[in-house]
């Protein structure tokens, strides 16, 4: 028997971090496609506006406001989505956070920030969501990653962390969810043009917009394999470098992003004597 794959007649699709980026426009790319979308973000979060966007499209959008960040709210969350609108089969774990990370100033915030919001964010919810599913005998879940994960890239020090230890995860549960008739995807994207990404201080090589991202997640979605890596020019090039051997892949960075001669991102606390 073929592995299930989600469509709008079966029931809901949920995002998470659907207020803005890519979740905003893959919010809107679904329900043109005739999904009911639920939409989670935190509160303060602009998602009324998205509903508002929506109203005329095949589909629809539902807000339910909650932090990824907070484990029972997003078991909550699911229970709510499922009692109001119906089943949830298509979960898109989208919500992320980019902090960049300077050897020279270490933040134990940063780190944890990253990892409560990249890697707990995704567990809270596919936890509960994917429970409902395998009651069901079906479901199809999209965790979104990073080509960051792949090797260490400058600042990325928590950020490619985070990813690497969610394409991990979903290896790992590949093998499992197969078996219970749940597809996995993990979606490792490059360079976007969203609020994480601006806050890089250098230039991005192939750098694509959100609705871009959102229409290739769509028919990654309905089409794609286990892993859905973008734009190719960059994800081949990128995956040629982690092949290289350690030394020369850093070497090869430093060079061409003149990390050396690149000022600090932070000035060195120095203790107190």
Not at 131 to 142: A, S, T, Y
């Amino acid at each position: 028997m073929a592995l299930y794959r989600a469509s709008p007649k079966d029931g809901i699709a949920w995002i998470t971090g659907g207020s803005s980026g890519v979740g905003r426009a893959l919010a809107k790319a679904l329900a043109t496609q005739g999904f009911t979308v639920a939409v989670t973000a935190r509160e303060e979060d602009l998602i009324d506006s998205l509903v508002e966007e929506a109203r005329d499209l095949p589909g629809r959008i539902l807000p339910y406001p909650c932090d990824v960040c907070d484990e029972q709210g997003m078991a909550a969350a699911v229970a709510a989505i499922e009692q109001a609108a119906g089943p949830i089969m298509l979960a898109v774990f989208n919500a992320g956070s980019y902090a960049p990370v300077s050897g020279e100033n270490l933040s134990i915030r940063k780190f944890r920030h990253s990892f409560d919001v990249n890697v707990m964010g995704i567990v809270h919810g596919l936890v509960p969501v994917t429970e409902r599913m395998r009651g069901r005998g079906k479901g199809h879940v999209v965790i979104v990653g990073s080509i960051s994960a792949y090797f260490g890239w400058p600042t990325t020090a928590a950020y490619g962390a985070t990813k690497a230890a969610v394409n991990v995860m979903a290896q790992a549960l590949r093998f499992d969810f197969e078996r219970i008739n749940i597809r996995l995807q993990v979606v490792n994207p490059g360079f976007i043009d969203t609020p994480l990404t601006q806050k890089t201080n250098f230039r991005l090589p192939a750098l694509i917009s959100a609705a871009d991202a959102a229409g290739r997640i769509c028919r990654s979605i309905a089409t794609g394999g286990f892993e859905v890596a973008f734009p190719r020019r960059l994800v081949y090039a990128v995956k040629f470098l982690a092949l290289l051997p350690g030394p020369v892949r850093h070497w090869f960075i430093t060079t061409a992003t003149r990390w050396k001669t690149r000022p600090s991102l932070g000035r060195v606390r120095r203790p107190r004597l």
